[in-house]
Protein backbone atom coordinates (compact mmCIF):
# COMPACT_ATOMS: atom_id res chain seq x y z
CA UNK A 1 0.00 0.00 0.00
CA UNK A 2 0.91 3.33 -0.35
CA UNK A 3 -0.57 7.07 0.41
CA UNK A 4 -3.41 7.19 2.94
CA UNK A 5 -6.15 4.78 2.86
CA UNK A 6 -9.55 6.53 3.69
CA UNK A 7 -11.91 4.62 5.39
CA UNK A 8 -15.81 5.50 5.54
CA UNK A 9 -17.85 4.82 8.29
CA UNK A 10 -21.43 4.25 8.80
CA UNK A 11 -22.80 4.07 12.19
CA UNK A 12 -26.22 2.98 13.65
CA UNK A 13 -26.94 4.70 16.53
CA UNK A 14 -30.19 2.28 18.83
CA UNK A 15 -31.06 3.69 21.67
CA UNK A 16 -33.66 3.33 23.85
CA UNK A 17 -33.76 6.82 25.72
CA UNK A 18 -32.51 10.11 24.61
CA UNK A 19 -29.09 10.08 26.07
CA UNK A 20 -28.52 6.83 24.20
CA UNK A 21 -29.24 8.78 20.88
CA UNK A 22 -26.28 10.55 21.11
CA UNK A 23 -25.81 13.87 18.67
CA UNK A 24 -23.93 14.44 15.31
CA UNK A 25 -21.25 16.49 16.86
CA UNK A 26 -20.47 13.59 19.35
CA UNK A 27 -20.45 10.74 16.40
CA UNK A 28 -18.39 13.59 14.36
CA UNK A 29 -16.04 13.97 17.41
CA UNK A 30 -15.19 10.09 17.62
CA UNK A 31 -14.69 9.99 13.49
CA UNK A 32 -12.07 12.46 14.38
CA UNK A 33 -10.30 10.58 17.20
CA UNK A 34 -10.10 7.77 14.70
CA UNK A 35 -8.31 9.90 11.90
CA UNK A 36 -6.39 11.32 14.96
CA UNK A 37 -5.27 8.46 16.32
CA UNK A 38 -3.79 6.27 13.15
CA UNK A 39 -2.28 9.46 11.58
CA UNK A 40 -0.12 9.58 14.89
CA UNK A 41 -1.67 13.06 14.80
CA UNK A 42 -2.60 12.99 18.42
CA UNK A 43 -0.52 15.67 20.90
CA UNK A 44 -0.57 12.67 23.68
CA UNK A 45 1.72 10.46 21.57
CA UNK A 46 4.71 13.01 22.90
CA UNK A 47 4.41 11.37 26.30
CA UNK A 48 5.92 8.05 24.92
CA UNK A 49 8.72 6.59 26.63
CA UNK A 50 12.07 6.80 24.65
CA UNK A 51 12.58 3.30 24.73
CA UNK A 52 8.93 2.36 22.69
CA UNK A 53 9.26 6.34 20.96
CA UNK A 54 11.06 5.30 17.56
CA UNK A 55 7.86 3.06 17.50
CA UNK A 56 5.36 5.03 17.82
CA UNK A 57 3.68 4.67 14.27
CA UNK A 58 1.41 6.66 11.87
CA UNK A 59 -0.74 3.75 10.67
CA UNK A 60 -1.90 6.28 7.30
CA UNK A 61 -5.57 5.31 7.98
CA UNK A 62 -8.04 8.04 7.69
CA UNK A 63 -11.98 7.91 8.91
CA UNK A 64 -14.62 9.72 7.27
CA UNK A 65 -18.65 10.21 8.44
CA UNK A 66 -20.32 8.85 5.28
CA UNK A 67 -23.91 7.81 7.16
CA UNK A 68 -25.46 8.11 10.58
CA UNK A 69 -28.46 5.45 10.99
CA UNK A 70 -30.70 6.16 13.88
CA UNK A 71 -33.51 3.71 15.69
CA UNK A 72 -35.38 3.85 18.76
CA UNK A 73 -35.83 0.51 20.39
CA UNK A 74 -37.41 -1.32 23.43
CA UNK A 75 -34.15 -2.93 24.78
CA UNK A 76 -32.05 -1.70 27.35
CA UNK A 77 -29.26 -3.84 26.47
CA UNK A 78 -27.86 -5.78 23.89
CA UNK A 79 -25.26 -8.40 24.71
CA UNK A 80 -22.80 -9.25 22.94
CA UNK A 81 -24.37 -12.00 20.20
CA UNK A 82 -24.44 -9.47 18.07
CA UNK A 83 -28.39 -9.25 17.74
CA UNK A 84 -27.91 -4.99 17.26
CA UNK A 85 -26.33 -6.36 13.88
CA UNK A 86 -29.92 -7.68 12.38
CA UNK A 87 -32.90 -5.98 11.96
CA UNK A 88 -34.88 -9.50 12.18
CA UNK A 89 -33.93 -9.40 15.92
CA UNK A 90 -34.47 -5.75 16.50
CA UNK A 91 -31.42 -4.12 15.11
CA UNK A 92 -29.75 -2.59 11.79
CA UNK A 93 -28.40 -4.68 9.54
CA UNK A 94 -24.81 -3.92 7.73
CA UNK A 95 -24.54 -2.04 5.02
CA UNK A 96 -21.68 -3.00 2.48
CA UNK A 97 -19.03 -4.37 4.94
CA UNK A 98 -17.28 -4.67 1.54
CA UNK A 99 -16.31 -0.83 1.35
CA UNK A 100 -17.26 0.70 4.73
CA UNK A 101 -17.03 0.15 8.73
CA UNK A 102 -20.17 0.06 10.19
CA UNK A 103 -20.34 1.05 13.76
CA UNK A 104 -23.06 -0.09 15.88
CA UNK A 105 -23.86 2.67 18.74
CA UNK A 106 -26.00 0.70 21.26
CA UNK A 107 -25.95 0.16 25.43
CA UNK A 108 -24.30 -3.75 25.05
CA UNK A 109 -24.31 -3.66 29.17
CA UNK A 110 -22.55 -5.93 31.58
CA UNK A 111 -19.18 -3.24 31.93
CA UNK A 112 -19.02 -4.07 28.57
CA UNK A 113 -17.30 -0.79 26.49
CA UNK A 114 -17.32 -2.36 23.22
CA UNK A 115 -16.29 -5.19 20.90
CA UNK A 116 -15.27 -6.27 17.36
CA UNK A 117 -15.50 -8.58 14.57
CA UNK A 118 -11.50 -9.48 13.62
CA UNK A 119 -10.90 -9.76 9.59
CA UNK A 120 -12.23 -12.34 8.06
CA UNK A 121 -15.57 -13.29 9.71
CA UNK A 122 -18.87 -13.36 8.23
CA UNK A 123 -19.35 -10.23 6.62
CA UNK A 124 -23.48 -9.87 7.87
CA UNK A 125 -21.31 -9.09 11.53
CA UNK A 126 -18.55 -7.44 9.93
CA UNK A 127 -17.82 -4.14 12.03
CA UNK A 128 -17.36 -2.73 15.45
CA UNK A 129 -20.16 -1.96 18.25
CA UNK A 130 -19.81 0.47 21.27
CA UNK A 131 -22.00 1.76 24.28
CA UNK A 132 -23.00 5.20 23.58
CA UNK A 133 -21.41 6.50 26.64
CA UNK A 134 -17.74 5.53 25.74
CA UNK A 135 -18.62 6.92 21.58
CA UNK A 136 -16.85 10.38 20.96
CA UNK A 137 -14.37 12.71 22.78
CA UNK A 138 -15.09 15.10 25.89
CA UNK A 139 -12.63 16.91 24.58
CA UNK A 140 -14.23 18.13 21.59
CA UNK A 141 -17.82 19.27 23.08
CA UNK A 142 -18.22 22.85 22.26
CA UNK A 143 -20.80 25.05 23.96
CA UNK A 144 -23.91 24.22 24.43
CA UNK A 145 -23.56 20.86 23.41
CA UNK A 146 -23.99 18.61 25.57
CA UNK A 147 -21.80 14.73 24.87
CA UNK A 148 -23.01 11.52 26.78
CA UNK A 149 -19.44 10.50 28.04
CA UNK A 150 -18.29 8.55 30.73
CA UNK A 151 -14.85 9.13 32.15
CA UNK A 152 -12.46 7.49 32.22
CA UNK A 153 -13.26 6.53 28.86
CA UNK A 154 -14.20 9.78 27.34
CA UNK A 155 -11.55 10.39 25.31
CA UNK A 156 -12.81 7.70 22.29
CA UNK A 157 -10.12 5.73 22.74
CA UNK A 158 -13.11 2.67 23.05
CA UNK A 159 -13.41 3.01 18.77
CA UNK A 160 -9.78 3.04 18.43
CA UNK A 161 -8.88 0.07 20.29
CA UNK A 162 -11.95 -2.09 19.15
CA UNK A 163 -10.54 -0.83 15.12
CA UNK A 164 -7.29 -1.85 15.90
CA UNK A 165 -8.93 -5.59 16.25
CA UNK A 166 -11.41 -4.94 13.24
CA UNK A 167 -7.65 -4.41 11.66
CA UNK A 168 -6.47 -7.65 12.81
CA UNK A 169 -4.57 -6.69 16.35
CA UNK A 170 -5.00 -9.12 18.66
CA UNK A 171 -4.38 -7.31 22.44
CA UNK A 172 -0.80 -6.36 23.33
CA UNK A 173 -0.25 -8.88 26.05
CA UNK A 174 -1.95 -11.67 23.47
CA UNK A 175 -4.51 -13.08 26.07
CA UNK A 176 -2.22 -14.70 28.24
CA UNK A 177 0.19 -14.62 31.16
CA UNK A 178 3.60 -14.30 29.48
CA UNK A 179 3.06 -17.36 27.24
CA UNK A 180 1.14 -15.65 24.09
CA UNK A 181 2.31 -13.39 21.32
CA UNK A 182 0.10 -11.03 19.49
CA UNK A 183 2.26 -11.94 16.56
CA UNK A 184 3.55 -8.63 16.70
CA UNK A 185 7.73 -8.33 17.19
CA UNK A 186 8.21 -5.00 18.58
CA UNK A 187 5.29 -4.97 21.13
CA UNK A 188 6.66 -7.00 24.93
CA UNK A 189 5.36 -9.89 26.02
CA UNK A 190 3.05 -8.83 28.95
CA UNK A 191 1.36 -11.13 32.01
CA UNK A 192 -1.88 -10.04 31.42
CA UNK A 193 -3.87 -6.57 30.76
CA UNK A 194 -2.42 -3.18 32.56
CA UNK A 195 -5.60 -0.58 34.18
CA UNK A 196 -6.32 2.65 34.67
CA UNK A 197 -2.67 4.53 34.20
CA UNK A 198 0.44 2.62 35.48
CA UNK A 199 3.96 4.18 35.85
CA UNK A 200 6.51 3.61 33.45
CA UNK A 201 8.75 1.42 33.99
CA UNK A 202 5.98 -0.91 34.75
CA UNK A 203 7.11 -4.93 33.50
CA UNK A 204 5.00 -7.89 33.66
CA UNK A 205 7.81 -10.58 32.57
CA UNK A 206 11.16 -11.44 33.10
CA UNK A 207 11.60 -12.26 29.35
CA UNK A 208 10.02 -9.87 27.08
CA UNK A 209 12.39 -9.13 24.29
CA UNK A 210 14.76 -6.98 26.48
CA UNK A 211 12.09 -3.80 27.55
CA UNK A 212 12.17 -2.03 30.43
CA UNK A 213 8.43 -2.13 30.74
CA UNK A 214 5.09 -3.25 28.94
CA UNK A 215 4.04 -0.91 26.52
CA UNK A 216 0.85 -0.11 28.58
CA UNK A 217 0.41 2.85 26.36
CA UNK A 218 -0.41 1.02 23.25
CA UNK A 219 -4.03 1.62 22.34
CA UNK A 220 -4.51 -2.38 22.25
CA UNK A 221 -3.94 -2.17 25.82
CA UNK A 222 -6.79 -1.58 28.74
CA UNK A 223 -5.85 1.48 30.23
CA UNK A 224 -7.83 4.56 30.37
CA UNK A 225 -8.37 7.02 27.50
CA UNK A 226 -6.11 9.07 28.72
CA UNK A 227 -2.95 6.64 28.95
CA UNK A 228 -2.84 4.90 25.58
CA UNK A 229 -1.48 6.84 23.17
CA UNK A 230 0.09 5.16 20.34
CA UNK A 231 0.48 1.92 17.94
CA UNK A 232 3.68 0.19 17.04
CA UNK A 233 5.95 -0.38 13.23
CA UNK A 234 5.15 -3.83 13.94
CA UNK A 235 1.25 -3.80 14.65
CA UNK A 236 1.40 -1.26 11.38
CA UNK A 237 2.78 -4.26 9.45
CA UNK A 238 -0.26 -6.71 10.82
CA UNK A 239 -2.62 -4.15 9.78
CA UNK A 240 -1.09 -3.30 6.32
CA UNK A 241 -0.77 -7.14 5.11
CA UNK A 242 -4.85 -7.17 5.08
CA UNK A 243 -4.85 -4.20 2.49
CA UNK A 244 -2.75 -6.41 0.30
CA UNK A 245 -4.09 -8.44 -2.77
CA UNK A 246 -6.25 -11.51 -1.24
CA UNK A 247 -6.32 -9.72 1.91
CA UNK A 248 -8.90 -9.67 4.15
CA UNK A 249 -9.89 -6.27 3.70
CA UNK A 250 -8.46 -5.42 0.13
CA UNK A 251 -11.55 -4.18 -0.44
CA UNK A 252 -11.83 -1.47 1.56
N1 LIG B 1 -13.09 -4.42 24.61
C1 LIG B 1 -12.63 -3.64 25.73
C2 LIG B 1 -13.69 -3.67 26.81
O1 LIG B 1 -14.85 -3.64 26.50
C3 LIG B 1 -12.34 -2.21 25.32
C4 LIG B 1 -11.29 -1.55 26.11
C5 LIG B 1 -11.12 -0.12 25.67
N2 LIG B 1 -10.23 0.61 26.53
C6 LIG B 1 -10.29 1.93 26.67
N3 LIG B 1 -9.43 2.58 27.43
N4 LIG B 1 -11.20 2.65 26.09
O2 LIG B 1 -13.38 -3.74 27.98
ZN1 LIG C 1 -9.96 -5.63 22.99
CA1 LIG D 1 4.66 -8.96 20.96
Redesign the pocket.
Known amino acids: RTGILNIPVIVHVIYNNSQQNISDAQIQSQIDVLTEDFRKMNADVSLTPSEFAPLASDIEIEFSLAQITRKSSSKTSWGTNDAMKSSAQGGVDVVSPDEYLNIWVCNIGGG????AQFPGGPSSTDGVVISPQ?FGSIDRQGAGENFYLSSP?DLG??AT??VGHYLNLRHIWGDGNCNADDFVTDTPTAGGANYGCPSYPSKSCTNNGGYTSDMFMNYMD????AC?YMFSAGQKARMDAIFEPGGSRETL
Open positions: ILGYYFRTHEYVDDM
